[in-house]
């Protein structure tokens, strides 16, 4: 695969291509996603609970999002790859450029963080030392106590347009890329609209510029309640290296996610 950066990622949502990435954890599983075409991969803090086990993103730190973002950039060294900041690691200037740099030190091309207009002075600060910030807004794990639970967001029409402000400050404060989760199809489409930066959904619909999914959940290992957005790609492919191409391909399609794993 040649080497994707961000302008590849903007040109992309320019003319329109739609693009899928997937989270991975490990060398071997980022070889894998590489070599079967994926352009990129997210060390998501969702680690929490997919490698350790916990019942939430909470315990993650940043020596762990270190950890696991060396591992997958020596198995996927030419995917764009976006690590989070975890919990709490972000919130003051200082410390979101201390922990920034060793993340982007261990390989990450962008580091991810979740919030709204709290955070545009950290995306203003980071951007002029020339980092890539995505955003993260809708669901945001992080704040799952504030949250009460993983809900779908910006269902009326004061949490839409919340979203929607939300979106636009991050983006003018100097986001480069936004992920957007569990929000209605209708709201994410009016985002990916209006922003001109790649935008990724998860459980947001297939309106955004790309989609993204929590590897174990693709794959069907996930126990439990399944959740609606997402969709078990090993089931009728026979191996993990088909499941990660027919996921590629029904995202470029606009095939997945159909509206029976949209809101
Ligand atoms: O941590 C994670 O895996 C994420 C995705 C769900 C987008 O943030």
Request: with cysteine; proline share 3%; hydrophobic share 40%.
């Amino acid at each position: 695969m040649t080497y994707i950066n961000i302008s590849t990622l903007q040109n992309w949502k320019n003319k329109k291509n739609k693009f899928a990435a997937i989270t991975a954890y490990d060398f071997s599983f980022a070889r894998l996603f590489e070599n079967a075409g994926i352009p990129v991969i997210l060390v998501g803090d969702s680690l929490g609970m997919t490698i350790q086990g916990h019942d939430s993103t909470i315990p993650v730190t940043v020596k762990n999002i270190e950890y696991h973002t060396k591992a997958v950039r020596k198995g996927a060294p030419n995917v764009f790859l976006i690590s989070d900041l975890p919990f709490m690691s972000y919130y003051e200037i200082s410390q979101a450029l201390k922990n920034t740099s060793k993340i982007i030190q261990s390989g990450a091309n962008m580091v991810k963080i979740e919030g709204g207009k709290n955070l545009v002075h950290i995306v203003k600060e980071l951007s002029n030392h020339s980092i890539l910030v995505c955003g993260h807004i809708g669901l945001t794990p992080q704040y799952i106590n504030f949250l009460s639970g993983y809900k779908i967001q910006g269902k009326t029409e004061k949490g839409a347009n919340k979203i929607i402000e939300e979106a636009l400050s991050l983006e003018e404060a100097g986001i480069k890329m936004l992920v957007l989760e569990c929000v209605p199809a209708i709201l994410s489409k009016k985002i990916t609209e209006r922003l001109s930066i790649p935008v990724i959904g998860i459980g947001a619909g297939n309106h955004t510029d790309g989609q993204i999914l929590v590897m174990q959940d693709l794959l069907g290992i996930t126990e439990g309640k399944k959740l609606k957005f997402t969709k078990n790609f090993l089931l009728n492919n026979g191996s993990i290296q088909n499941a990660i191409k027919a996921y590629i391909h029904s995202v470029k399609q606009g095939i997945f996610p159909d509206k029976k794993h949209s809101f």
